[in-house]
């Protein structure tokens, strides 16, 4: 973006903090506002961009009220404003309630809707940083991005990367929900295994009954299996097992939950949740869940497994954003490890 000639660049938050399990952003924001705003000047500065914008989730009501105290208060001491600490540099900074919609987290969606519109996704090319909001240059970035560059400028880049292990480095703040004694969240460097957070940290499940997966990543987050627990938290790790890190929100499940029914919930998430911009999300959705319902019932089970798979395949590789693209993780993990649940014998 620092390179986009334009009269007027822009840096956006997306605080549209939706998965579920995920509660860091929201806790950031209501116990240290000023992390964020601070990241959010420096990232101005350093791009060119003069005005900013925090696109702060619906059901936050807390974080909205903390966040716009926190303004008043930047603005009354000149943090922000038409002089930057007494500097030539010019920034503004507001907050924007959320629409309330899943889809409004894809950050074309965001800008779609902080422009006033149908929060819907756009197509890219040209992406944000060249034609963004308003047709500016817009750097566009979540909470946790945001809020970790103060540390990094106050401290160096050295000490940052000397959390976290291979090519994840620095720390992230992992949430633990679900059937688990003990929920809530830990910041820690990359690197734990998920066994430790859910037995360590997590205290086990809280029924008291073996754990039998957990899903991390969010509700497109792949199921992950009890002999998969020894992956780390590490982007490079879970990618290698087929599954994602995401916004380090981990949802935990007993040995009671039934994975077919799962799997069926990430296909009626994904048709209830689309902005129906695109055939494979908006319609393949649909027809998941039909297929799943068939598949439950079917006495030939590995015929509609085949259907599923194919219509899975499209919807991974012919939708427009992440939202279809995804939705095949929890339904194929499902189905991988957890085969009984759908009556398909393992192979």
């Not at 936050?60 to 404003?81: F, K």
């Not at 019932?297 to 015929?303: C, D, G, K, M, Y």
């Amino acid at each position: 973006m620092l390179d986009t000639p334009a009269a007027q660049k822009y840096i956006v938050c997306n605080a549209d903090e939706g998965d579920s399990g995920t509660f860091a952003d929201r806790m950031l924001m209501e116990g240290d506002p000023f992390c964020l705003v601070e990241g959010m000047i420096i990232a101005g500065l350093a791009t060119g961009a003069t005005q900013g914008f925090i696109y702060c989730r619906a059901e936050y009501p807390d974080a909205w009220r903390t966040l716009n105290e926190a303004l008043a208060v930047a603005y009354r001491e000149g943090v922000l404003g038409a002089s930057v600490l007494g500097s030539k540099h010019r920034f503004d900074l507001e907050v924007r309630l959320g629409a309330g919609a899943y889809i409004c987290g894809e950050e074309t969606s965001l800008l779609e809707s902080l422009e006033g519109k149908r929060g819907q996704v756009r197509y890219k090319p040209p992406l944000p940083a060249i034609s963004g909001l308003f047709g500016r240059p817009t750097v566009i970035n979540n909470v946790i991005s945001l809020a970790s560059v103060p540390v990094i400028l106050e401290k160096g880049g050295a000490y940052y990367a000397n959390y976290g292990m291979g090519r994840s480095r620095g720390t992230l703040p992992l949430q633990l929900a679900g059937n688990l004694a003990r929920c809530g969240l830990v910041e820690l460097g990359f690197g734990p295994t998920l066994h430790e957070l859910l037995y360590d940290f997590g205290g086990g499940s809280a029924s008291g009954r073996p754990l039998k997966t957990a899903q991390v990543g969010g509700p497109l987050g792949a199921y992950l299996p009890v002999s998969d627990f020894d992956v780390p938290v590490d982007y490079e790790a879970f990618a290698a097992r087929g599954a994602m890190l995401g916004h380090g929100g981990i949802v935990a499940f007993d040995d009671t939950i039934d994975m077919a029914g799962m799997a069926r919930y990430a296909m009626e998430f994904c048709a209830l949740e689309s902005c129906g911009k695109c055939t494979p999300c908006r319609i393949g959705s649909t027809r998941g869940v039909e297929v799943i319902d068939r598949l439950r019932q079917s006495a030939t089970p590995e015929r509609e497994k085949a259907l599923l798979d194919d219509l899975c395949h499209t919807m991974q590789h012919g939708s427009l954003c992440a939202l279809g693209g995804l939705t095949y993780l929890p339904v194929q993990s499902a189905l991988k490890h957890f085969p009984g649940d759908f009556g398909i014998k393992s192979a």
